[in-house]
């Protein structure tokens, strides 16, 4: 019976340590683009995260567009120095498109792309506030698009309302 509660106990302790200290988040991010993100945690570490960006351009007089909309899977660890602050590795899945007179720009190049990205960073969730922020990298793979091949400019900073 004593090795029964001591598991229980250690069970416990170990779930208490690498929980998230919220369920869902909704937010800004920037970066490459600007736009929102919503983050749902699926268990203590595992989280589903899915965001849209937006970034105008002006080039050579003529403004056109930028836009993706991503979903990610994401797996956190605590960095046990600071309650709240955890890393994070992931990846998933980007569809982007180009708009307005991008096509005068590149007319032999598809407007719309899709690709791989993965996902490295580090989130902290207040303690006293509903608030989460992040950094990341997201580097990743595009296919269709003008802007193909490998790409590393992708991350930014987000801020999330949690609840």
Same mark, same amino acid.
């Given at each position: 019976?004593? $090795?029964? #509660?001591? !598991?229980?106990?250690? =069970?416990?302790? /170990?779930?208490?340590?690498?929980?998230?200290?919220?369920?869902?988040?909704?937010? @800004?991010?920037?970066?490459?683009?600007?736009?929102? %993100?919503?983050?749902?945690? =699926?268990?203590?570490?595992?989280?589903?995260? *899915?965001?849209? !960006?937006?970034?105008?351009?002006?080039?050579?007089? =003529?403004?056109?567009?930028?836009?993706?909309?991503?979903? =990610? &899977?994401?797996?956190?660890?605590?960095?046990? @120095?600071?309650?709240?602050?955890?890393?994070?590795?992931?990846?998933?899945l %980007?569809? %982007?498109?180009?708009?307005? $007179?991008?096509?005068? !720009?590149?007319?032999?190049? /598809?407007?719309?792309?899709?690709?791989?990205i993965? *996902?490295?960073? *580090?989130? &902290?969730?207040?303690?006293?506030l509903?608030? *989460?922020? /992040?950094?990341d #990298?997201?580097?990743?793979?595009?296919?269709?698009?003008?802007? $193909?091949?490998?790409?590393?400019? @992708?991350?930014?900073?987000?801020?999330?309302y %949690?609840?």
């Open positions: 019976m004593k $090795k029964l #509660i001591l !598991l229980f106990v250690f =069970l416990g302790c /170990s779930t208490a340590m690498f929980a998230q200290s919220y369920n869902q988040g909704i937010g @800004v991010r920037a970066g490459w683009g600007f736009g929102v %993100t919503y983050k749902h945690f =699926l268990n203590e570490q595992g989280a589903i995260e *899915a965001f849209g !960006l937006f970034r105008p351009y002006r080039s050579l007089g =003529l403004s056109y567009h930028y836009s993706s909309l991503s979903v =990610l &899977y994401l797996h956190h660890f605590p960095i046990k @120095v600071v309650d709240g602050l955890y890393w994070y590795v992931g990846g998933g %980007t569809v %982007t498109a180009f708009g307005g $007179k991008y096509a005068d !720009l590149y007319p032999n190049e /598809s407007t719309i792309g899709f690709g791989i993965a *996902a490295g960073g *580090a989130e &902290y969730k207040f303690e006293n509903p608030l *989460a922020v /992040s950094a #990298i997201m580097p990743g793979f595009i296919i269709g698009s003008f802007y $193909k091949g490998f790409r590393s400019d @992708v991350g930014g900073i987000a801020a999330r %949690t609840f």
